[in-house]
């Protein structure tokens, strides 16, 4: 039984093929859908004579930015959809403690990801998050 299916997203293709997987499920469940996007941590330059951190708005304005680019054009009716934005020094242990903390079901998360979390998330985010979640995880190509 899936009642909420997370699915972390980087505004990549790949994060856009998850998502559509992801509410297929959940229309054929019943269940609520969750889209997440994981800033890594705004700390630029941390030292012990200064700091520069991204101010709170210039965090969530990119995060709702790569939230509606990644939802852009992708149908949404009939689903239960909740978008967050979290910032984390580890993208993939932010989504794992999401996980836990919201009772996730399922997680549908992209194969690669180029965009505002860089790099190759096989390599990385989506390596982690498969081998330390308490739930399935379906990596969408």
């Known amino acids: 039984m899936l009642n909420k299916i997370l699915v972390p997203t980087d505004s990549s293709e790949y994060s856009r093929r998850a998502l559509i997987q992801a509410l297929e499920l959940a229309r054929k469940f019943n269940a609520e859908v969750e889209l997440l996007f994981v800033m890594h941590d705004p700390y630029v330059y941390n030292s012990r004579v200064?700091?520069?951190?991204?101010?709170?708005?210039?965090?969530?304005?990119?995060?709702?930015?790569?939230?509606?680019?990644?939802?852009?054009?992708?149908?949404?009716?009939?689903?239960?959809?909740?978008?967050?934005?979290?910032?984390?020094?580890?993208?993939?242990?932010?989504?794992?403690?999401?996980?836990?903390?919201?009772?996730?079901?399922?997680?549908?998360?992209?194969s690669h990801g180029y965009g505002a979390i860089a790099g190759s998330m096989l390599g990385s985010v989506s390596q982690f998050v498969l081998h330390g979640a308490k739930c399935s995880v379906l990596i969408a190509k």
């Not at 939230?67 to 910032?87: F, H, P, R």
């Not at 996980?99 to 997680?107: A, L, M, R, S, T």
């Open 50 to 110: 200064s700091s520069y951190v991204f101010p709170p708005e210039l965090v969530e304005k990119e995060g709702e930015f790569v939230l509606q680019a990644t939802l852009e054009g992708i149908d949404l009716s009939d689903i239960n959809l909740t978008k967050k934005i979290k910032v984390g020094i580890k993208p993939g242990k932010v989504i794992l403690d999401e996980i836990d903390n919201e009772k996730i079901d399922f997680v549908v998360m992209g």
